[in-house]
């Protein structure tokens, strides 16, 4: 099945820096890669998701890239705010019937005022 | 409100104990995925149904079952309760397999105490 790996696992910016979360996965017919956010006691809300067909994606201060060669996407978050800290989990949807969603491990990110 | 239901929103429980959890997926969503989040712990998928049917299994204990009625709504039974079984249980909706244009919609979860 699918594995999705998600590093760092805590990342801690000064409010306005950038910050960049990274993750891989295994399965190379993985065609559909969500980003979600998730504050402390409630429910992870998707921020942003990127298919296979294309390469970047960006929303606001949000953006996700893609390279499937290296089968390795990214979330970035640009001029960051204190609003930004939470638990941010990338994912991939892998081939097959089922195509549920896997989940990488999390990264705390914490926005220092 | 994201459209999904999850009720009752916090269960307390003795060991040894049978609880069930409800999930109500948003309007025309017809799959429903369960996962379980224990504390400072990633999304660990439980169990997925879509129209009625179990489609796919995953790190989910022979303990536990689930099943999707005709209304959709899906209901996560959890037995012979554990102190481990602490945690936080999610449901989550997509308007079909794998939701692939909108991805999952999540409930605002149980949140499950064994004590």
């Known amino acids: 099945g699918e594995n999705v790996e998600q590093h760092p696992s805590t990342l801690s910016v000064q409010e306005g820096d950038s910050a960049v979360i990274k993750c891989t996965y295994s399965d190379s017919a993985s065609n559909y890669f969500p980003w979600y956010k998730q504050e402390l006691g409630k429910r992870p809300q998707l921020i942003i998701d990127i298919r296979s067909n294309v390469g970047e994606k960006k929303d606001q201060r949000i953006a996700v890239t893609l390279n499937k060669t290296a089968k390795h996407f990214s979330l970035h978050i640009t001029e960051t705010q204190p609003e930004d800290s939470a638990v941010y989990f990338c994912?991939?949807?892998?081939?097959?019937?089922?195509?549920?969603?896997?989940f990488g491990s999390g990264t705390q990110l914490t926005v220092l005022p | 409100d994201s459209g999904v239901t999850q009720t009752p929103k916090h269960l307390i429980t003795a060991t040894g104990q049978r609880v069930t959890l409800r999930c109500s997926p948003r309007?025309?969503?017809?799959?429903v995925y369960w996962y379980q989040q224990s504390l400072d712990q990633g999304l660990q998928f439980l169990i997925q149904y879509y129209n009625g049917e179990e489609r796919a299994k995953g790190n989910i204990l022979e303990r536990f079952s689930a099943q999707q009625f005709p209304d959709l709504h899906s209901e996560l039974n959890l037995s012979s309760l554990e102190l481990g079984d602490s945690a936080l249980y999610f449901c989550?909706?997509?308007?079909?397999?794998?939701?692939?244009?909108?991805?999952?919609?999540f409930g605002s979860g149980t949140r499950l105490t064994v004590v």
């Open positions: 309007s025309g969503d017809l799959s």
């Open positions: 989550a909706s997509s308007p079909q397999v794998g939701g692939f244009s909108y991805g999952y919609t």
């Open positions: 994912a991939a949807i892998p081939s097959g019937s089922a195509r549920q969603l896997t």
